[in-house]
Nanobody, 115 residues
Framework: QVQLVEFGGGLVQAGGSLRLSCAASGTSFSITAMAWYRRAPGKQRELVAA???????NYADSVKGRFAISRDNAKNTVYLQMNSLKPEDTAVYYC?????????WGQGTQVTVSL
């Protein structure tokens, strides 16, 4: 059973930075894709950033130039560096991992950006 554990959420002022990390355990196979999603209050969950095992990445337009996703494939860990944070980035951030046809989710970590 694959488990995803997230770290790094918290409260930050607008313009500040946070770094999220997510470690996958319970598998010896390489994870195909890892990503970060978020759900803001009253909104649907949306993709923030994704990374494939081959190194390609994609970002939501709202975070391009401010957020950066990176991976340590040997550790099955994905990171999200968030800079120039805005109040509208406030959300619960979820780690996602795909292993073959199976998808796994972390428990979520709260990110709150104050004015």
């Amino acid at each position: 059973q694959v488990q995803l554990v997230e770290f790094g959420g918290g409260l930050v002022q607008a313009g500040g930075s946070l770094r999220l990390s997510c470690a996958a355990s319970g598998t010896s196979f390489s994870i195909t894709a890892m990503a970060w999603y978020r759900r803001a209050p009253g909104k649907q969950r949306e993709l923030v950033a994704a990374s494939t095992s081959g190194g390609s990445t994609n970002y939501a337009d709202s975070v391009k130039g401010r957020f950066a996703i990176s991976r340590d494939n040997a550790k099955n860990t994905v990171y999200l560096q968030m800079n120039s944070l805005k109040p509208e980035d406030t959300a619960v951030y979820y780690c996602y991992a795909q292993l073959g046809r199976l998808a796994y989710w972390g428990q979520g970590t709260q990110v709150t950006v104050s004015l």
